[in-house]
Each structure stands twice: as structure tokens, then as C-alpha cells.
């Protein structure tokens, strides 16, 4: 069998450790901790206080700066991402590196919401911004990434879904005859997604969940671990996996037509971006492989890529 290449495992955090951080950093009072949903690799808490409330993301040191990076220069550059207030990769406070950010107000949006016509704005001032290096900043080497993403071409970073094919099969995520089929539509479209234009900032995870809203006011946009370099359509894709309504709002907010030519580059971005989350899944010991598996099918049929 393949040999699995884990992600470390995490130290669990519990609610008295995390509100006893929070209260050091803000020299303040906690009332209450509760558990967020999110990535495995992760562990999320939203923090009330007399303060206001706060979100602690505890985890790998590497995403941890990436994110705390990204969220201080998107909104450097005027884009609305939560404002980092405390940064910890040195373990002193808590047993796993963290980052505390400022909550924004209101919550994910739903389909066609009318804040994602300024989203769609901020979306454009991000992808204004140049960034060297290709590929998500949380895999850069060593402990504190760059602004910089690992790879020195675009095509190298689209190539990762390929050498990782064989271990999504060894460990029964993907079954023989789906990673066939994805590597001779990944393969077959190369071109497609070929890429030789300036890397600019990508959100690297953007769908709706993501767009905050305050009843009708835009908020911000949320969860920036992800952040990548590289071409901004692979940021559409990702997003493109919403419902339609609201890839209609991003597409006419950015000056797209949903044409022949577009839904196919979308539906190979969207294959390597979701065989990249099914690796990183794998590797951390999460189990959400269904859904993945059914998408990355889907659009296998959309190119007309055949069954075995």
C-alpha cells in the first residue's frame, strides 16, 4: 500500500484553555467558548467577551502565519477580511500554534444574497494583487511562509493531483476506475488550464459560507487559511461549486460569460482543487470523502470524459 504522509495530529483544545489564552491576550473577561465546524486539521472557537466576540484558530504554525498574513494584507489593500489581533506559533500560551482574529458580524451567506455584489468587488481588488511563486502560501517551506507560493510555475501546481492519485487509491478514497477517469481528464486538458500570466492573490477556498452579511450589509469575507498565488479563475471555480444564483452574481460582477470555453476551464479547476482537498482530508485523518468523490463525477461527465 502507498505510504500515507499524515499531517501531524493536533492537541485537542479545551473550551478552559482556549477562554484562559483569550483572557492573556485581550486582559480581559471571557463569558463564554464555543466549538466551530470547520476543517479537520483545524480546531475553531468563537470567544464572547465584554470586548465583543473573537475567533481563535488553532493549528498547523505554517497555515496559521499564512492566514495571518493574508487577512493583514488584504485589508491593507482594502478588502474586508477580520483583523488579526494576537499571532502565537511558539506554543507559550496555548500547545498548538494560534491565531486570534475579531469576529465579523452576521454570518454566512445564502444563495443569490445581495452582499455578493460588493464580495465580487473585493474579489477584483484581491486579484489586483501580485504575488510571487504559484500554489497555496501554507505549503512554502519552513516555519513562517512568505509571501510566496512554493512553486516556480503555474503548471507545477496543477500537476499536484497527479502525484497523489495512486495514495487516494491505496487508502480507498477514490476508487480505480474514478482516479482512471479523472487522470485522463486532467490529462486531456492540460491546455485548458495552462496559465503564464502574473500570480495574483487568491482566497484559495472562496463559496458563499465564506461572505459574510449583517442582515443586507456585507461584512467581509472569512477563512483565509487557504490563500494561494496564482491565476484568479481558479478562484471562480472554487466558488463555482455554489449554486447557480450566486455564481450568476460573481460572474456578471466580474465581467464573465458563463460561454462553452469558461464552463470547461471551471470544471477542470474544480477537479484539481477538489482532489487537492481530498488528499489533505486523507492526510489528516478526516472521513468527508462522499462529497468530494460525487463532484469530482459530475464534472467528469460534464467533459465527457467515458467510464471504464
Not at 87 to 95: I, S
Not at 229 to 234: E, H, K, R
Amino acid at each position: 500500500m502507498t505510504e500515507l504522509r499524515p499531517v501531524a495530529a493536533p492537541v485537542p483544545l479545551t473550551g478552559a484553555e482556549v477562554a484562559d489564552a483569550v483572557s492573556r491576550c485581550l486582559r480581559t473577561t471571557v463569558d463564554g467558548v464555543t466549538t466551530l465546524a470547520g476543517y479537520v486539521g483545524n480546531q475553531d472557537f468563537m470567544v464572547r467577551t465584554p470586548a465583543g466576540d473573537y475567533v481563535l484558530k488553532a493549528g498547523d504554525a505554517t497555515s496559521i502565519n499564512a492566514e495571518a498574513w493574508a487577512c493583514e494584507t488584504v485589508r491593507a489593500a482594502g478588502v474586508s477580511a477580520p483583523e488579526v489581533v494576537a499571532l502565537e506559533v511558539d506554543r507559550a500560551t496555548l500547545p498548538e500554534p494560534f491565531l486570534l482574529m475579531r469576529r465579523l458580524s452576521g454570518a454566512g451567506v445564502g444563495e443569490g444574497h445581495g452582499a455578493l455584489v460588493e464580495a465580487v468587488r473585493q474579489l477584483r481588488v484581491l486579484h489586483a494583487l501580485h504575488a510571487d511563486g504559484f500554489g497555496f502560501l501554507h505549503d512554502a517551506a519552513g516555519d513562517s511562509p512568505t509571501p510566496r507560493g512554493p512553486y516556480a510555475t503555474w503548471a507545477e501546481f496543477t500537476n499536484e493531483p497527479f502525484d497523489c492519485l495512486d495514495e487516494l487509491v491505496a487508502h480507498k478514497v477514490l476508487t480505480p476506475a474514478l482516479a482512471g477517469r479523472l487522470r485522463v481528464g486532467l490529462d486531456g486538458h492540460r491546455d485548458t488550464v495552462a496559465y503564464d500570466g502574473q500570480a495574483v492573490l487568491l482566497h484559495g477556498d472562496l463559496h458563499p459560507r465564506h461572505v459574510f452579511a449583517d442582515g443586507d450589509e456585507f461584512t467581509g469575507i472569512i477563512d483565509w487559511g487557504d490563500v494561494a498565488a496564482g491565476d484568479p479563475v481558479f478562484d471562480l471555480s472554487r466558488f463555482s461549486r455554489a449554486d447557480p444564483a450566486s455564481l450568476t452574481f460573481l460572474l456578471d460582477g466580474y465581467g464573465l460569460d458563463l460561454d462553452s470555453d469558461l464552463a470547461v476551464r471551471l470544471a477542470v479547476y474544480r477537479m484539481i482543487w477538489t482532489t487537492i482537498v481530498l488528499r489533505d482530508e486523507l492526510r489528516a485523518g478526516g472521513d468527508w470523502f462522499a462529497v468530494h468523490r460525487e463532484a469530482i463525477d459530475a464534472d467528469l461527465d460534464r467533459l465527457g470524459v467515458p467510464t471504464a
